[in-house]
């Protein structure tokens, strides 16, 4: 399947990989918007929400625990961050594989959406 993000998770397109396990993985995003930002994706390959189905509970769950995992590790935790999933064109989303935007290190990130 032609999927830059299956490609960062079978090695065949390099990352910098910030975590790892069974069914997620995570690596820092390639244009930056804020002194950390990383990427967590489910292994499996699921477009975006439309596609997800109850099958999917488990890796839903385990990208959520690898979200805290991650921001623990990275110190995100006591400050806060900005988880950010953009679902469909008029959002953005540019990979079409499921993933959320972990954002931070910054204490004002600016307003949720520009009106
Ligand atoms: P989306 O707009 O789909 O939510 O975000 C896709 C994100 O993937 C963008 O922030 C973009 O910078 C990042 N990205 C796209 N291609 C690559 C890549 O080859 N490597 C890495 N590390 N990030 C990428
Ligand atoms: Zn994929």
Wanted: net charge neutral; aromatic share 6%.
């Amino acid at each position: 399947m032609d999927c830059i993000f299956c490609k960062i998770i079978s090695g065949e397109i390099p990352s910098e990989k910030v975590y790892e396990n069974d069914t997620v993985f995570a690596f820092k995003d390639i244009r930056p918007v804020a002194p950390e930002h990383i990427l967590v994706v489910p292994k499996k390959h699921i477009a975006n929400i439309e596609e997800i189905s109850l099958e999917d509970s488990k890796v839903l769950s385990d990208l959520f625990m690898a979200v805290k995992e991650i921001a623990s590790a990275r110190k995100l935790n006591d400050k806060g961050y900005r988880l950010i999933l953009n679902n469909g064109k008029a959002a953005g989303q540019e990979v079409f594989h499921l993933h959320l935007h972990v954002i931070g290190g910054k204490d004002s990130l600016g307003p949720m959406i520009s009106r």
